[in-house]
């Protein structure tokens, strides 16, 4: 019987325990998605000024290394899991706008995306910071909890 409780205790332990590191490593995802969609947009924004590339070209070269997003043409699809709705609608925003303006003007409105979206990793930064802190702590008290009434 004894055998069946610390069993008992391990799996619940062990079970919150994933789950909450599980929520942790979303939350890291979204604030990694969030810096490489940055750095793309940044590297976008530089091609463009020189004007070298057909936009087509230049959004598969400046994302294609990106997972959650599938370059189409000018367009672009976002997989769901990583980026927040909010997010979403800022990338959406931008990729379906994209090369309607001469490289000045796209340049700029590059620019103020990047800001749009340096504003969001900022807040998944803090975001990982309380929640990800709530989440294992959480995690380890239900899990303690549970297993105290195992035994």
């Known amino acids: 019987m004894l055998i069946l409780k610390i069993s008992g205790l391990a799996l619940t332990l062990s079970a919150s325990l994933l789950f909450g590191f599980y929520k942790v490593s979303c939350?890291?995802?979204?604030?990694?998605?969030?810096?490489?969609?940055?750095?793309?947009?940044?590297?976008?924004?530089?091609?463009?000024?020189?004007?070298?590339?057909e936009l087509p070209r230049l959004l598969a070269e400046c994302f294609s290394h990106l997972d959650f997003l599938e370059i189409k043409g000018c367009g672009v699809e976002i997989k769901q899991g990583v980026l927040s709705q909010e997010d979403s609608a800022i990338v959406n925003e931008f990729f379906s706008c994209a090369g309607g303006l001469d490289s000045d003007g796209e340049s700029e409105r590059t620019r103020l995306y990047i800001s749009l979206l340096e504003g969001q990793l900022w807040r998944a930064e803090e975001n990982l910071?309380?929640?990800?802190?709530?989440?294992r702590t959480l995690s380890l008290c239900i899990g303690v909890g549970g297993g105290i009434l195992f035994l």
């Open 129 to 135: 910071k309380n929640e990800g802190k709530l989440w």
């Open 27 to 53: 939350l890291k995802a979204r604030r990694d998605g969030l810096r490489e969609l940055c750095l793309g947009l940044k590297n976008f924004e530089s091609n463009l000024t020189f004007g070298l590339k």
